[in-house]
């Protein structure tokens, strides 16, 4: 059994993490940390778990934190926690995984342009640790998953559009310039804090785009695209809100090259995906929605190229919730541990 | 391993069912039959289940159908199927289940008065099986539903009303006229089938009460309660709808007796429900909601008495595709078989 | 033209008057006065009012508002404001409206008891105010209303029970001992302010209850009962959350008296109502729902008796924010000056 | 007074337009037409009505719509019906404004060419009239349509995107060719039949593109965008579904020519509308959403250019039963009888 340690379990990320694990037979909770409810059964926070998890919520920095017992330490925290803590976590020859954008580039110099977008403190924790991270992409990174012991998990926009880019890029089903990336994430992915744009009357019947000037994550997005395409990728990236709780539908444009038809982008998607468990390429004409990933660890993938007017598609669709985050982390787990991939995450979501 | 038939597995009932099996540990599908989307795989008329069943719809009735090997037949369709296959089931000695009115009543008599209200035909199709068979309401049969042949899963209001009050009424937490059960329940409850009322459009920001002039569901709810009374119960039922897909919320409302209180009335509750695990006792003040058990099997209970105008309140909280449907019907093939009562059943649901 | 000094304008209860008052053909704002957003433009807090009310927002308590001209206050604030200001402008001849319970008793010792409930200071602010004060349900107190210089208008569950029980009470369709108010709001309700329980995420398919011990609108109605019906009742009331934003369906229960039938309780809400243009008595079979008097000033009621086992049954529906809150307080406006009581109201709501 | 009889009016567009004439000064309804609930007031059908629009509904090819005296017939109806009907009507002296697509092409092969793509009889039943139609994107063609005898309201899709573009085409804000149009709209834009994406418990936390292989609305977007550019242009459209009843967000995509800013084509979009009193320009950081017009005729149009990437970026915002239908129709109705262009449609709507 591996033993797991999970510090910000009482937000969503934790409590997703919570339901894979109790899920998993060859993995376990050890502990809960968190600075918020401290003291508190996590059952209590969150009264649905009560009778599955009803294990404490210890507080952060405390000494009954130094004396958890654990193989890994997952992060489900926001970005500027994991990198203070996580030295000491490997000092003790433990994993690390971490939710947050502070392992995922692996190079000082990068994490300080991604702190400066948004304002953190450009001044890395833990630079030596970010030098041997790996990004946490499971399907792109296997490979260096298995051997790493700091592993940042993607962001859930990054996954959306990584993915449903990949193979286009690879293959050539898209032009390397011009590639636009229009996003729309159901409310979960603002985590648990009640904010005035989510308040209950104001979303439900309001769509939006926000952060018009920039968003972080679409550094991942052109980071993980150029290495996959040998040469510098550029994407447009627009995310916005649509009112419901879990999901993203990105839908993912470029110029069609000449040649290129929807039949081979097509197969160009399922040969690139053919050993993918958790992704599902669809053609043009299949039903699709986030519905079909609601609850799952599943991408599923369509490619809807417009040939009349020249303009490369794919649409893809996660539960930023699982794949999104819980999920991914889990799948990563998995593979660092040497275990089969899928896990903890053998489940449908309930439907509807 | 349990071999399971699911009859009318393309609804929400049937793919509610699958969802559950697919976590059975000693259950599992022999096959699934339908009227609808015949020849089709489960996962091309539920995309959501592609990779985690895709097992072809058999058509009712046909050869194909006949040739199923199963230890149980689980009919998740409405009322007038099970009881015109049921007979040849069990003459193949299995065990049947079934969710509609069909096999809940033991009785011709009340089959007749239950058919005649919803305008459904009164006589019988198999009148032998209808005399042996038992009320699922696992909590309180457990012992003739072990040793039934045939079993009538209770209808999910039912479910909700009478778990909500039978510890009242054995008790005496509640005079036993003048019972007011005011349910409001989630639109899944409608099934799948497209209807105007349950337009999106039409349902979004809308909650009204229906079927005021009588429900079929409020014959079960007596007859438990009078059982469970010694006495003849009446309650007054109003069944409402709201916007949401999941829940039941019941409001239970009677007069308390002179020398009832809430503590007397929580401790009735905990002491009736201490041996089961899928129920939660709630004091007054504690959170819920149905968004509490949404995918799970659980039934959450507040106790809440107003002394001061002297009414008993309970709340009762259920899924109603869960512990109101497949969940019971799950729990009672568990019982049936001389299983874990809670295999396949141990799962939170996913939050948010 | 009525020009009416608007306190509180940036609040849900504020911006509903704002509404009206642009469909208003003898009224109009004068300025908008709060402690939020001081300076700003209506119409940059809430953008869907650019075009239609760019006022800007005055600080309370400023010099400039000291300058405002108005023949009405109308406080769409918080239990607590009202009080402090609403001498000030009674003596300088003015008119006051309230929406929060400072002028809803008119007698300072059921105030106390309202304000010590909900761990308010007993001691009201302007107490030979709140003895002239009137009630402001507008069906009910017409002529008192017409002559009020000061008028609290009702809490929105308080209407939505008031008007659905009157007629019972007063025609003796009902017993006086033993009503039961089982009450389901809209999140609108809660006002603009976010909050965990109402964060999207939390509440998009969860129903709930809540304040279980006691809620302080109860007084309203039993005060308001008691004057009808000659005698002292009491109600039991359980306010419940549903996932819609706008809307409060009300079912209300009791014992239904002897010689009573639905046809007889059915003629007597149609005869009380006969003269209210803002009244629909509705049968136990006609369309009903919060959703055919979303937007609008219109109460729906539904008469609906369970003769079968004694128990009287009406159910009614209001918006919360327009008959619920600020319809009603327009409503009062036009028969406190004279005005045809539905100028300003004259709006079906949006469908769907 | 202009009289109006409204064939189709049962449905989401006709009951629009009825709420629309309830608040025109110089206009009101002749009587109803339909094909549907032929014989009960409109008020059964749409029981918020009551006291608002209690006229029956006419039978379409009745006797009695013989004798409905109009000054306009507006047609809320699918495609075909009104080119089979508007010849009888122009020849009466009445003006036409129809909804569908009958009359948005003025010319019989593009026509053609429209129903070929839908699957409709491609031989117009009116061609004359065809020919002398006017498209009815009223800030585009007042002149036009102030002289027109028959109009065809555009497509609401097509609304959100040509209003969108416009300036930016005719500014040269963005390049002429690989222009991309992704809509998002809400489920009203389906209308009234309930259809099974659109069950609640199938549509409320589920996003969905559809008609991936070609929708019909795009063509009417390149017609007009072609107009105006004085060359041929293309777009790529992707029409999506998200749990909203109503709203269209549509996020413009193109090339940013060499020298062109975000601050250029902010200035070229406030001078294109600077004469429109039913669009709102916006900057990049301004508050915006589908919220902020639900309700109303206005068209908010936020210019957000990506600098960065070389991205012309625009986002339209309309609601698609008022601006996109009969807010439109209505805008038209005044155009076509000399009225002022906002009567009626004086209403923010209602927040929340």
Redesign the interface.
Known sequence: MVKVKLVGAGG?GG??MV?IL??HPQAELAALVDVQDVGKKLSAV????????DLPLIEAGSKAEQQIDADVVIYATPDGVAQRGAAAEVAKGRKVIDYSGDFRFGSIEVYKEYALRQGLNPEHQAPELLNQSVYGLSEFHREAISQAQVVGNPGCFAISCIMGLAPAVKAGCVEKS?I?C?C?T???GAG?????P????????????YK???HQHVMEIEKELSTLAGEEI???F?P?V??????I?S?L?G?LPKDMTQKKALSAYQEFYAGD?FV?VLD?????????????N?V?I?V?C?E????F?A?SHIDN?VKGQAGSAAQNLNIMFGLEEGLGL???????
């Open positions: 969503y409590i997703g339901e109790h899920r969150w009264p649905y778990l009560r009778g599955f998890c011009g636009i229009d729309k159901g409310v979960s648990k804090k009640p904010a005035a989510f308040h209950y009357p104001e979303q439900y019947d309001n769509s939006f785009a018009l000037a920039g550029q994407v447009s627009t916005q649509v009112p419901m709780t879990r999901g539908l839908t444009y110029k468990k599902r043009a004409t299949e039903k699709s929605g986030t519905g079909q990933v609601r609850g799952s599943y599923n369509q809807a417009d009349r007017t020249g303009v598609r649409i919730l053998d489940n449908p979501g309930g439907h509807p």
